[in-house]
């Protein structure tokens, strides 16, 4: 509003003079009638052009907070996270949403620095997820918060202080942390993808792992042919190593002929000790065919056993065939091997009862003739790893009963889960069954999301590096004794013996004459162990007993090896079980394991042959 001067004067803008009544007051002081006009023209227009400034960073800073709202919503309402987590994390979203559409400036700051942790962890993530096919996947979702950092220029304006006077002279509020922050990003995603991402995956045991399972699989169909695609990529992927391509080649040409093929798998077993890639094969014959698996060579380990020298290959699962073998070791065409696996599966199952610790839906496994033999195993195992197994064990029982609460509560039982093949069930485990505890999936959830949280915490605490140490030792010193037994049944393997003793033949008169040869085999070896085994004589008679008196014994050739080998180290009249145990374990262990020579000079009319580990 404009009010008339109340004296003559001159126009501060041209200088004329002007009367009061066309005189007009203005912020630079009074002005004629045309000047006057001038400047109420240049401030309407500077008016007009401030207040589409504003509107244009308002609109700016709304599409701003529209995508963090899309970009930190969605990841909010998928993390895995328990829902009352998922739904605050989403609501925070929100809000920073709608601060940064009102042009709060703590707001912005906080979402670039967002944008930064985002792009930070992704640029992490991609070069270690590539080698897993996730890599690009990440990388997609890191667009955004990269090109929100790109185009921050564009947005801050929206954010500075209020405006005043000279729209050019208003002072940047890029937030001084943004680039040195981003030089962060871009050295510690190098050193990822250096580190991680040139890490190439190994395309020996793809082979062996995948292809080779995808041929047997393949090739055990009804009507299946040699040259068939499977058999084709399987040689083709081989082709660079010399000699292995030619053994895959005769593996598929002999099968389903059994002698063929296990001369086949041996051929492809020397290829790759020529061309140094740690993979092992066997063959099992099956009701339908025979099956080839493979496994990862952990190591090879000589044994002397008496004159001979034989090596015991221990070795690891690798195949995705869903066969399951329940033995410790094994040998075949005079090739002993330790299933190291079967063995670590074996433990987990047996380390918590030794304590009492079990799971209450594993304590009908186990009888008292069980406990009372695993309690001789747990004072060896003590004795060699200390008290902290007690507390590992307990551990693995917690975990076995949280898995078997998640798998009831919902449905009764009806949920059927993988249990642990092993000491721990692993992150694949956990993320294949995270679908199952979605509230939206449809027929509802199987388990509670809060049930799999406590279970993966228990199974993580497992995985601890002390924890899989300790239990990496276990492994190792029950693979020690089934190393001395499958030692002995390769060394026989190469030796022309004689015929079984007649023990054999009186406690097995009406049984064919190969399963007395199996159980012969057994004895032989049970025997040798007893003799030579590091482990106590006491431990491994325990666990002989266990196949004669505990509650997974059956009429095995390793059942009658241990009945016979009772009836000599404990001659006089027949003891229960328990008291039996007890007597011989109650014996020093030099004089248990001189009865166990007695036993084999009388069995077999020769002395006992010394079984030495040649490897520490």
């Given at each position: 509003?404009?009010?008339p001067?109340?004296?003559d004067?001159?126009c ?6 002007v ?8 912020p630079?002081?009074?002005?004629c ?20 400034l504003?509107?244009?960073?308002t609109?700016r800073?709304r ?17 895995p ?8 994390l ?6 920073l949403a709608m601060q940064v559409?009102?042009r709060r400036?703590s707001?912005?700051?906080?979402a670039?620095g967002?944008?930064?942790a ?7 993530a991609?070069p270690i ?6 890599g690009?996947l990440a ?8 090109a929100l950092?790109?185009?921050?220029r ?11 006077g000279d ?11 943004l680039v040195?922050?981003?030089?962060v990003?871009?050295l510690?995603?190098?050193?990822a993808?250096?580190?991680?991402g ?8 793809e ?11 393949a090739?055990a169909?009804p ?6 695609p499977?058999a ?14 030619d053994?895959?080649?005769r ?24 061309d140094?890639?740690?993979y092992f094969?066997?063959v ?15 190591g090879?380990?000589p ?13 690891r ?8 073998l ?12 330790v299933?190291?696996?079967?063995v ?11 304590y009492?610790k079990?799971?209450p839906?594993?304590?009908r496994?186990?009888?008292?003739f ?7 195993t747990?004072?060896f195992l003590e004795?060699?790893l ?5 507390s ?7 975990r ?10 919902l449905?009764?039982g ?7 093949d092993?000491?721990?069930l692993g ?9 199952a505890a979605?509230?939206?999936?449809p027929g ?8 799999l ?14 924890t ?17 037994h499958?030692?002995r049944?390769?060394?026989d ?7 079984p003793?007649p ?6 008169s ?6 007395v ?8 070896a049970?025997?040798?162990?007893l ?13 002989m ?19 016979v080998?009772?009836?000599e180290?404990?001659?006089?009249a027949p ?12 014996l ?6 001189a009865?166990?020579a ?5 069995l077999?009319?020769?002395p006992l042959p010394?079984e030495?580990r040649?490897?520490?």
């Amino acid at each position: 509003m404009t009010t008339p001067a109340e004296s003559d004067n001159t126009c501060a803008s041209c200088g004329v003079t002007v009367t009061p009544a066309k005189s007009y007051l203005s912020p630079q002081g009074v002005l004629c009638w045309s000047c006057f006009e001038r400047f109420r023209s240049e401030a309407d227009r500077a008016e007009a052009v401030a207040a589409a400034l504003d509107r244009g960073l308002t609109r700016r800073a709304r599409i701003l907070g529209g995508l963090h709202l899309v970009m930190l919503g969605p990841a909010a309402i998928l993390a895995p996270l328990p829902s009352w987590l998922r739904a605050a994390l989403f609501m925070a979203s929100l809000a920073l949403a709608m601060q940064v559409a009102v042009r709060r400036r703590s707001a912005y700051q906080l979402a670039m620095g967002l944008d930064v942790a985002a792009a930070l962890a992704v640029f992490v993530a991609v070069p270690i997820l590539l080698p897993f096919g996730a890599g690009w996947l990440a990388l997609l979702f890191a667009l955004l918060p990269l090109a929100l950092l790109v185009d921050a220029r564009r947005f801050r304006a929206a954010f500075r202080i209020e405006l005043e006077g000279d729209l050019k002279r208003l002072p940047s509020t890029r937030p001084p942390w943004l680039v040195p922050a981003l030089i962060v990003a871009a050295l510690v995603g190098s050193v990822a993808y250096v580190i991680h991402g040139r890490r190439p995956s190994d395309p020996a045991r793809e082979l062996m792992r995948t292809t080779l399972a995808r041929w047997q699989a393949a090739r055990a169909r009804p009507g299946s042919a040699a040259g068939a695609p499977e058999a084709a990529a399987l040689v083709a992927d081989a082709r660079r190593w010399p000699g292995l391509g030619d053994a895959l080649e005769r593996l598929d040409r002999a099968w389903p002929a059994e002698p063929a093929v296990r001369d086949a798998a041996r051929a492809v077993n020397d290829a790759l000790a020529t061309d140094h890639l740690p993979y092992f094969t066997d063959v099992w014959a099956l009701p339908d065919g025979p099956i080839v698996l493979s496994y990862d060579l952990v190591g090879r380990v000589p044994w002397r056993v008496g004159a001979r020298e034989v090596d015991v290959v221990r070795v690891r699962r690798l195949d995705t065939l869903t066969i399951q073998l329940g033995l410790l070791g094994v040998t075949q065409e005079g090739q002993a091997s330790v299933l190291l696996d079967r063995v670590e599966a074996a433990m987990a199952h047996d380390l918590p009862a030794m304590y009492g610790k079990e799971a209450p839906h594993q304590a009908r496994l186990f009888n008292a003739f069980d406990r009372a033999a695993l309690a001789r195993t747990r004072s060896f195992l003590e004795s060699r790893l200390g008290p902290k197994i007690e507390s590992v064990a307990a551990a693995l029982g917690k975990r076995d009963a949280l898995l078997e609460d998640m798998r009831t509560r919902l449905h009764g039982g009806a949920v059927v889960l993988r249990e642990a093949d092993g000491f721990v069930l692993g992150e694949p485990w956990f993320d294949e069954l995270e679908p199952a505890a979605e509230i939206s999936r449809p027929g509802g959830p199987l388990v509670l999301d809060d049930d799999l949280r406590a279970v993966r915490h228990a199974d993580e605490a497992l995985r601890d590096a002390a924890t899989a140490a300790l239990l990496g030792e276990v492994i190792d010193l029950v693979a020690r004794t089934t190393e001395a037994h499958e030692a002995r049944h390769a060394a026989d393997a190469a030796a022309a013996l004689g015929p079984p003793p007649p023990a054999l033949f009186a406690l097995l008169s009406d049984s064919s004459t190969k399963f007395v040869g199996l159980a012969d085999g057994e004895l032989r070896a049970y025997l040798s162990q007893l003799a030579d085994d590091a482990e106590p004589a006491c431990v491994t008679l325990a666990k002989m007993m266990r196949d004669v008196y505990g509650k997974g014994a059956g009429a095995t050739p390793h059942h009658y090896a241990t009945l016979v080998a009772l009836g000599e180290l404990a001659p006089a009249a027949p003891q229960p079980p328990f008291e039996q145990l007890a007597a011989l374990c109650g014996l020093p262990d030099a004089e248990l394991r001189a009865r166990v020579a007695s036993a084999w000079q009388k069995l077999y009319g020769e002395p006992l042959p010394a079984e030495t580990r040649l490897a520490r």
